[in-house]
């Protein structure tokens, strides 16, 4: 596609129920990063996948969390057993090689737990 | 540990110029980006600077001191559409990428 896409933009879920989010990187990009952002807050690292490579999961805020990615295509992020402390934008970007390239962001999905 | 400090919030007159600074302690260094962000958008790419000295591009120029973990951004000729938070990012060692939590833009006519 021409750009990054994520699903859905707006999810919004109870209390300890799971949740999965997608993302579509660019076609051919081999790195994909997911963030976290709360409201007025920077971007918070997640995961980062690279081609083949085991991914660096070092971001993960707890077991809850967990992402997967098929390839150099589509990833999703899981967040198990939500809590109200999850609520934020996730937003994934992809860039062609690795983090020395830009990084080509998402719209990102607005997440509420209520 | 790592860390990446901007100025919360700054306000600058429209025509005026701009300066933006980030300080950065990290584990290792492997590039600085500055991103714009406008509020309720995905950030987008402004600038990358791996070595020392001053990349210009357009209105927009990104200062590097790799000795002093210093970058700066530098916006001239400031437009309403300028307001934005303005975030700096830093690839450590690793590859990872740490990000600051960004500088809110203010630009008043």
């Known amino acids: 596609g021409a750009g990054v896409s994520q699903s859905p933009s707006n999810k919004v879920t109870e209390k300890g129920k799971d949740v999965e989010l997608r993302c579509d990187p660019i076609?051919?990009?081999?790195?994909l990063y997911w963030y976290r952002q709360r409201l007025g807050q920077g971007l918070e690292f997640l995961i980062y996948?690279?081609?083949?490579?085991?991914?660096?999961k070092s971001g993960l805020p707890s077991d809850r969390f967990s992402a997967e990615r098929t390839g150099e295509s589509v990833s999703t992020l899981t967040i198990q057993r939500t809590q109200q402390e999850d609520s934020a934008v996730y937003l994934c970007?992809?860039?062609?090689?690795?983090?020395?390239?830009?990084?080509?962001f998402g719209p990102g999905t607005r997440l509420l737990v209520l | 540990g790592q860390n990446i400090d901007q100025p919360t919030e700054m306000t600058a007159t429209e025509g005026a110029i701009v300066q933006i600074n980030c300080t950065y302690q990290?584990?290792?260094?492997?590039?600085l980006f500055w991103y714009q962000q406008h509020a309720g958008e995905a950030p987008t790419f402004l600038s990358y600077?791996?070595?020392?000295g001053l990349e210009e591009k357009g209105r927009f120029s990104s200062f590097l001191s790799r000795s002093k973990g210093y970058s700066y951004l530098l916006l001239k000729e400031l437009q309403m559409k300028d307001s934005a938070s303005y975030l700096c990012a830093v690839i450590q060692a690793g590859f990872k990428t740490i990000f600051g939590a960004g500088t809110r833009l203010f630009v008043k006519a």
């Open positions: 600077n791996v070595l020392d």
């Open positions: 996948f690279q081609g083949n490579s085991a991914p660096d």
């Open positions: 970007a992809s860039s062609l090689l690795g983090p020395e390239e830009t990084q080509y």
């Open positions: 076609s051919g990009h081999t790195a």
């Open positions: 990290t584990s290792g260094f492997n590039g």
